[in-house]
């Protein structure tokens, strides 16, 4: 019988994906509730179109990530390594940090 590579069951599987779209959702919701509260946080349309965009591109690609490597230290590798990615963007885009 052929072995497979990836050894989590599919409700493992199955609580990672809603952890990490369930954490893209309320990242975004973060800055929506500040709104209500403060003026200092002040995003438009477009601030959450590109957030949404950015978030979602980087839980697509841990996602994918995650089913390619079969090791779980190759996995967080790759999430830090997305992770700090995501950072360094989000902080550009926030501050031009590297203008």
Known sequence: MVESIDKR???????????LWGSVGFLLLIPLVAMQFTDEVNWGLMDF??????????????ELAAT??????????????????????WIELAVGLFD
């Open 9 to 19: 069951s599919d409700s493992s599987t199955s609580k990672l994906r809603t952890a």
């Open 49 to 62: 179109i590109v957030a949404g965009l950015l978030l979602s591109l980087a839980a697509f690609t841990y």
């Open 68 to 89: 390619k490597f079969g090791n779980s230290k190759a996995r967080l590798a790759a999430g830090i390594a997305i992770l700090a990615v995501l950072i360094l963007i």
